[in-house]
């Protein structure tokens, strides 16, 4: 019976997203077999990235926020201060047979560890159908994201790029694109839910729930 082990969890502070993308690229080019899985934990300075889906018309107007393009799956989204980043650098190979089939499992145990730990600050969201990410399942604001999801699969098997979630920030410059490519999408965070969670206790509840569920 194969053994899931832990991923070790990094703290890497408030850091470039620049930085942040090509350390995450080179820890996945040089990972052996035996390379341990890591989550590294991040807040990026003001930026907006765009997947390889993406339509750079969605963004409508960067006032001076860097764009950066990147190698993962979605559309146009927006980094800033008051946000969760985690990054899952995984080999999903080295539990599964079929890496292509987990993947499938592996966004869900992502959506549902958003889930649980908005739960634990008394706020509803859900998924929806075809749209990656966790949304607001109740009152007035029903609807709104609060939560992004876009990840890099390798050939081999390897992950990076990850989830963030939205906790206190400037959520100005999410009117500035169109969100994940859609028109009009409202963006909240939790400050503005009434939840005042201080950013170290979010990072810290989303890890050890990825951690757990990544560990089963």
Same mark, same amino acid.
């Given at each position: 019976?194969?053994?899931?082990?832990?991923?070790?969890?990094?703290?890497?502070?408030?850091?470039?997203?620049?930085?942040?993308?090509?350390?995450?690229?080179?820890?996945t080019?040089?990972?052996?077999?035996?390379?341990?899985?890591?989550l590294?934990?991040?807040?990026?300075?003001?930026?907006?990235?765009?997947?390889?889906?993406?339509?750079?018309?969605?963004?409508?107007? !960067?006032?001076?926020?860097?764009?950066?393009q990147?190698? $993962? /799956?979605?559309?146009v %989204? #927006? &980094? +800033?201060?008051?946000?969760? @980043?985690?990054?899952?650098?995984?080999?999903?190979?080295?539990?599964?047979?079929?890496?292509?089939?987990?993947?499938?499992?592996?966004?869900?145990?992502?959506?549902?560890?958003?889930?649980?730990?908005?739960?634990?600050?008394?706020?509803?969201?859900?998924?929806?159908?075809?749209?990656?990410?966790?949304?607001?399942?109740?009152?007035?604001?029903?609807? !709104?994201?609060?939560?992004?999801?876009?990840?890099?699969? $390798? /050939?081999?098997?390897? %992950? #990076? &790029? +990850?989830?963030?979630?939205? @906790?206190?920030?400037?959520?100005?410059?999410?009117?500035?694109?169109?969100?994940?490519?859609?028109?009009?999408?409202?963006?909240?965070?939790?400050?503005?839910?009434?939840?005042?969670?201080?950013?170290?206790?979010?990072?810290?509840?989303?890890?050890?729930?990825?951690?757990?569920?990544?560990?089963?």
């Open positions: 019976m194969t053994v899931l082990t832990r991923p070790i969890v990094l703290q890497r502070g408030r850091e470039s997203y620049d930085i942040t993308f090509a350390a995450m690229r080179a820890f080019d040089a990972r052996t077999p035996q390379t341990a899985d890591e590294w934990i991040v807040e990026h300075p003001p930026v907006f990235t765009l997947g390889l889906a993406a339509d750079p018309e969605h963004v409508l107007d !960067a006032h001076d926020i860097p764009v950066v990147t190698d $993962r /799956g979605g559309e %989204t #927006y &980094h +800033g201060p008051g946000q969760v @980043v985690i990054y899952l650098l995984l080999d999903l190979r080295r539990n599964h047979a079929d890496a292509r089939l987990f993947a499938r499992e592996l966004v869900n145990k992502i959506e549902q560890a958003v889930i649980d730990t908005l739960a634990a600050y008394n706020l509803a969201c859900e998924r929806k159908l075809g749209a990656p990410g966790i949304y607001l399942s109740d009152g007035p604001l029903q609807g !709104a994201k609060i939560a992004a999801l876009g990840l890099k699969i $390798r /050939g081999n098997g390897c %992950t #990076y &790029h +990850g989830v963030s979630l939205n @906790v206190a920030m400037d959520l100005t410059p999410f009117s500035w694109i169109n969100p994940c490519g859609y028109e009009g999408l409202a963006t909240i965070d939790m400050q503005s839910l009434g939840a005042h969670a201080t950013l170290d206790a979010v990072q810290n509840e989303l890890a050890e729930r990825l951690t757990q569920s990544l560990s089963r």
